[in-house]
């Protein structure tokens, strides 16, 4: 079998998930998605899906195009998900990142593997590795099947889909007739067999029945698809290997179509090593959940890690640096995913998180950072015509900026970065207040809140201007940008900014708290000056002055009773990232520890409990185009929200969405307590009621800040007591740590109360 690297967690994850496709575009080139195919296959989704956003996918000539794989050992087929359950054979992924993705298993002592990965933008490749570990002599069969069809939308030419073979090459070649792509579906070595049929049910009678027979190949009419195999058999002798190569790929014709299958084939190997060793390189420096973690939990962070990676696209079109695509189908640039995704990737990988922060900023076509598509075409107008961008209160933009710098101190990056956050600020200060120097949202879609009540609106005008509504968050997020400008300004070599910057942020403070009405923030109505008060309706993003530290003790003392309130009433409050981390931000501020650990906790249960299924789950085919024996979600990838029904997640979210997998922020920040500071961090271990059983190990590695990288292991006592320990890597630098009860001695053991703050300090 293939080395796999070790940095890399390795597991039973489900056998669902993507492989990132680079090269895919919302604008300059709709390539498609990788999508995996159940059981055991991948293929290209070239065509709507159905959830926002999903439209992205579909390419003018679209297509669903799999590559769809079957084993026989001793005549019992493994083909469809009801052979493995009917032998009970489990199939699980042990190898599930962007790059790369496995299946697993085993059945008489033959051990199967199935790699999958792109080669370039137009090969799939399927690594099949068998080993008989059994005393016996096994005969296997493998069939690699292509199905190709199913066009969503016709166009001229679409006539239907033919499946010759192509003697020279030995590939089966699909083409649709008389116009769209070709498919060279291409097996080594003993890959001998062809044949083609455009009946399913004939398909599934020769994996029933390893039939190894060939024929001349078929046609189809569209839509339905046509199914071309390629069949090798053999004797696998105990305590042998076999390896084999499976390859798909797409071209605009036959020619080229076989000469892209055979330079693919040829450099498989050397891709196949280049992945594996950039997943290696990534995992070595990722936190990781180890120990006695939920195995829910574990798993769940893995895939929303590769979804966080594959989301961050290269360079293209007006981008010059790393960007954030927000969701794989149809990427674009809004600042608030953006910066939110990338604090989460920074925790893994800092460099490129800085990158994406700096060009979200740096690359975009005006200073108040519009949602863009990579061609520069905008991607939120409201109905007056304004170009907009997310505001400034959308997952804290500012804090998380200064909180990555905190982590990393990356001087030349705030360098960088510093004149556009200043540009950001002065363009809001200039575009965004009213007469009386309120701030104000242009519209609704413009605050992240798409249709909230608070802007006074009428069903159907998210985009109609509201500048009348004075809202108090974005006042409250001013006063946190303002502050961070000052903070960063002696970083970034301007000094002379700093005080500039902090009258301006204690303005914006003290007309924050000024508010407060009643027990509570609200906005105003500029045209009577008078609060904004809905009886009928609280809303989340009210607690802003309190997750930006700015509400006096007095009003959050007051608040804290609302917490209670939110907690009653999750929906959709605590269903969605953006709200989730404004909830979580203030209720750790007003003390709130231990809520914020068990709500987050009971978030990580259900979310990842879903994304750590062993099913799919079908879409109501009246919100789908998707024909039935595709027309499903799929586990092992993050979705768009965290609903608490499941009907709404099937209906409603997205999958491989960016902000989706920003949970392991919430885990970090909320249960290990693991918050920076310009002179150090803290961590505050405050495990969830639910975690607290003694005699359990949690560990999280790799750890970073500075130069300091460590594992935290929290082993759980009685009475609510923790037992730390800190592993600290070798080359890091040393750390001071002092608790309630002053230093303790970091390089061993020492136990605190769980929720107790530990002060680490870095020490050279």
């Known amino acids: 079998m293939t080395e796999l690297p070790g940095a890399v967690p390795q597991s039973d994850y489900v056998p669902f998930g993507y492989l990132d496709n680079p090269w895919h575009s919302a604008v300059a080139n709709r390539s498609g998605i990788i999508r995996s195919v159940p059981p055991m296959g991948f293929g290209f989704w070239c065509r709507s899906m159905p959830w926002p956003y999903g ?31 009917r032998e009970g054979v489990e199939l699980v992924s042990r190898y599930h990142t962007q790059n790369l993705m496995s299946y ?17 933008e137009h090969t799939l490749c ?28 016709r166009w001229w030419g679409s006539d239907g889909v033919a499946s010759r073979y192509n003697v020279e090459s030995g590939a089966a070649v699909a083409k649709i007739w008389a116009s769209g792509d070709v498919f060279a579906l291409s097996g080594g070595p003993e890959f001998t067999a062809y044949k083609a049929t455009a009946s399913a049910g004939e398909w599934r009678a020769w994996m029933a029945g390893n039939d190894l027979s060939s024929n001349e190949g078929a046609s189809s009419t569209s839509p339905e698809p046509v199914y071309s195999v390629l069949s090798a058999s053999l004797k696998l002798e105990p305590g042998s290997d076999w390896f084999g190569l499976v390859t798909l790929t797409r071209s605009t014709n036959e020619v080229w179509a076989v000469k892209g299958s055979e330079e693919a084939r040829s450099a498989a190997e050397e891709t196949l090593k280049r992945l594996l060793a950039e997943d290696g390189a990534f995992y070595a420096s990722a936190p990781v959940l ?39 189908f149809t990427p674009r640039s809004v600042l608030g995913e953006a910066v939110i995704d990338a604090t989460c990737l920074s925790y893994s990988d800092a460099a490129l998180a800085k990158d994406v922060i700096l060009g979200t900023f740096a690359d975009a076509p005006m200073p108040n950072v519009p949602c863009v598509r990579e061609d520069g075409s905008m991607n939120m107008i409201s109905m007056g015509g304004e170009e907009c961008g997310t505001a400034p209160i959308w997952v804290l933009p500012f804090r998380s900026i200064r909180a990555v710098f905190d982590r990393d101190g990356d001087a030349a990056w705030v360098t960088a970065l510093y004149p556009h956050l200043e540009a950001f600020v002065q363009w809001w200060l200039d575009n965004r207040t009213d007469a009386t120097g309120r701030f104000f949202c242009n519209n609704s879609w413009e605050s992240g809140q798409d249709g909230s009540k608070r802007f006074l609106l009428e069903e159907g005008e998210e985009g109609k201007e509201a500048e ?25 070599g301007r000094p002379e900014r700093a005080a500039h910057w902090t009258t301006m942020a204690q303005q914006r403070a003290d007309a924050t708290r000024a508010m407060y009405v009643d027990g509570w923030f609200r906005d105003f109505d500029a045209r009577t000056g008078t609060p904004i008060m809905l009886p009928d309706y609280v809303d989340v993003m009210m607690l802003f002055p309190l997750a930006v530290g700015i509400a006096t003790p007095e009003q959050m003392k007051a608040i804290r009773p609302m917490f209670d309130y939110f907690l009653a009433n999750p929906k959709h409050w605590l ?35 879903r994304t750590n299924s062993s099913k799919t789950v079908e879409i109501d085919p009246a919100r789908s185009r998707i024909p039935e024996p595709y027309n499903y979600r799929i586990p092992g990838i993050a979705n768009e929200f965290w609903p608490m029904e499941p009907a709404t ?23 290990i307590g693991f918050r920076e500071d310009g002179s150090g961090f803290t961590l505050a271990p405050t495990l969830p009621g639910s975690l607290l059983t003694p005699g359990r190990l949690y560990t999280v590695t790799n750890l970073r800040y500075r130069e300091c ?56």
């Open 55 to 85: 439209m992205g996918a579909r390419r003018e000539i679209n297509y669903l195009s799999f590559l769809h794989p079957a084993v026989i050992i001793d005549g019992v087929p493994f083909h469809q998900a009801e052979d493995f359950e």
């Open 104 to 120: 697993d298993w085993s059945f008489r002592g033959v051990s199967v593997r199935l790699l999958y990965h792109l080669n370039g």
């Open 126 to 153: 399927c690594h099949v590795e068998l080993k008989n570990e059994s005393g016996e002599a096994r005969q296997v069969s493998v069939h690699a099947t292509h199905i190709y069809g199913y066009p969503e939308l």
């Open 290 to 328: 180890a120990g006695d973690w939920p195995a829910d939990w574990k798993h769940g962070w893995i895939y929303d890690l590769e979804t966080l990676r594959m989301n961050v696209r290269e360079p293209v079109g007006i981008f010059t640096h790393h960007w954030d695509a927000m969701q794989v």
């Open 468 to 492: 009348f509504v004075q809202t108090v968050d974005v006042e409250a997020a001013m006063a946190d940008a303002m502050a961070t400008l000052a903070y960063l300004a002696p970083v970034a």
């Open 575 to 609: 269903e969605w990232p953006s709200f989730m981390f404004v909830f979580t931000e203030a209720g750790w501020n007003a003390g709130l520890r231990q809520m914020m650990s068990d709500v987050v906790a009971k978030t990580a249960d259900r979310v990842y409990g």
């Open 649 to 671: 997640l099937a209906q409603s979210s997205a999958e491989a969405y960016g902000w989706g997998a920003t949970l392991p922020t919430l885990v970090l920040r909320n249960i």
């Open 709 to 764: 990288r460590f594992d935290l292991t929290l082993e759980t006592l009685q009475e609510g007591r923790l037992k730390v320990g800190i592993r600290l890597h070798g080359a890091s630098a040393g750390l001071a740590v002092t608790g309630s009860s002053g230093p303790v001695e970091a390089a061993g053991a020492f136990e605190i109360v769980n929720g107790d703050t530990l002060s680490c300090r870095i020490i050279q």
